[in-house]
């Protein structure tokens, strides 16, 4: 099953964040799938993260996602990779800024049937917001 695991995580990390396949989220995550990630308000089922995913995708086209660590235990994986992009189109509410970001993340996903069915997500929000500031120190105080 590790194997498994593995396999499907990081062909999703590779085709989604990667290349931007997003077509391929309906082959990779269960019907069932579900996804918590900061700041939500409940999990995500699939329909939502695909939907996240071309957010991300419209506001970061240049997105990379380059996979630093990997720890398998049965059906679970975790992931420690970073994001980064370049800001070329809006991302909640921000028009481009041109920045780029270079943010820390960490995921679990368990599979099953050789299908992603649970993702969490971890990685500081509040940094990316302030990455994308048009005035870094500014946002540190809060203002905006």
């Known amino acids: 099953m590790s194997e498994q695991t593995k396999g499907v995580a990081l062909r999703y990390i590779r ?3 990667e290349k931007g396949n997003i077509a391929i989220v309906d082959e990779l995550l269960a019907n ?6 900061p700041g939500a308000d409940g999990p ?7 939907r996240s995913l071309e957010m991300y995708r419209s506001a970061f086209p240049d997105m990379q996602s380059p996979v630093e660590q990997a ?14 992009g370049t800001h070329r189109g809006e ?13 820390p993340w960490a ?11 649970e993702e969490r997500d971890f990685y500081d929000q509040a940094s990316l917001m ?7 120190e500014r946002a540190r ?4």
């Open 91 to 103: 991302f909640a509410g921000m028009p481009a800024t041109g920045r780029r970001v270079d943010l």
């Open 130 to 136: 302030q990455a994308l500031q048009a005035n870094p």
């Open 32 to 37: 069932n799938y579900l996804c918590y990630e």
């Open 15 to 17: 085709e989604v964040y």
């Open 71 to 84: 720890l398998v235990d049965g059906d679970t994986i975790a992931l420690r990779l970073r994001l980064t």
């Open 107 to 117: 995921v679990f996903f368990r599979v099953a049937g050789g299908k992603i069915v």
């Open 44 to 50: 995500g089922d699939r329909e939502a993260t695909k």
């Open 141 to 144: 105080e809060g203002h905006h």
